[in-house]
């Protein structure tokens, strides 16, 4: 039988391998393999790392998104995949994502740091991206409209 084991930068290391090798259709599947590998969790445990991990849900089950080497180049793939449209709102932008993938953006943002952005607020579907001023908001918004598929 296999130690128990907590620490949390080991636990989700070995989640993150979990999804790197395959998406699993359900938070209790990833509960019962993190246990196999000796880690006492439970799902809502299993549930923050996920988030922390900014992971995603899609039909075949959680999953990592591919990680580029450069936090850039991996808004650009986040952009592309997840936001589905840009508006400007004063001094706010308004990204929508489809349900569930709006805090992989909100962390992708976070990395890459772009100049005009003050911070951000994610719900599940929509985030919020607050900038010093309006021209700083459309020059933004120009940028991350490039990068949508």
């Known amino acids: 039988m296999p130690t128990q084991r907590s620490q949390p930068e080991e636990r989700r290391r070995a989640l993150a391998e979990l999804l790197q090798s395959r998406a699993h259709p ?8 993190l246990r196999e590998r000796g880690f006492a969790v439970t799902q809502a445990t299993v549930s ?6 900014g992971a995603v849900k899609e039909r075949q089950g959680y999953s990592l998104p591919p990680r580029p080497s450069q936090a850039g180049d ?18 706010l932008l308004v990204l929508k994502t489809p349900p569930g993938s709006a805090h992989l953006v909100g962390v992708a943002l976070d990395e890459a740091g772009p100049p005009e952005m003050v911070g951000n607020i994610c719900g599940d579907d929509t985030i919020f991206i607050a900038v010093a001023d309006p021209g700083a908001a459309d020059l933004l918004a120009q940028r991350l409209r490039t990068l949508l598929r």
């Open 26 to 33: 359900s938070q209790e599947q990833l509960v019962a393999a």
């Open 48 to 53: 923050r790392d996920l988030e922390q991990l």
């Open 74 to 91: 991996r808004l650009t793939a986040i952009v592309g995949e997840w936001v589905r449209s840009v508006a400007v709102a004063g001094n």
